[in-house]
């Protein structure tokens, strides 16, 4: 699933961004070589790193 479409970010490469330590969308994007610019997947990316951090314990 495409997380984000200006940065054509996939869930698979947040989650993998999560588990290597990133914990706010914008360490997430930052980690993944980009940065928010619509901002519209903000509200996914964070429910993303909710749900990941959540299943990571
Ligand atoms: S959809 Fe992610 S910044 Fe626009």
């Known amino acids: 699933m495409i997380v984000c479409f200006c940065n054509a970010l996939k869930e698979k490469e947040v989650r993998g961004a999560v ?5 706010s969308p914008q360490k997430v994007y930052s980690k993944l070589g980009c940065k928010f610019q ?3 997947c903000r509200p ?8 990941e951090t959540a299943t990571a314990c």
């Open 44 to 51: 996914l990316a964070q429910r993303i790193i909710n749900n």
């Open 38 to 40: 619509c901002g519209q």
């Open 19 to 23: 588990r290597g330590g990133a914990h």
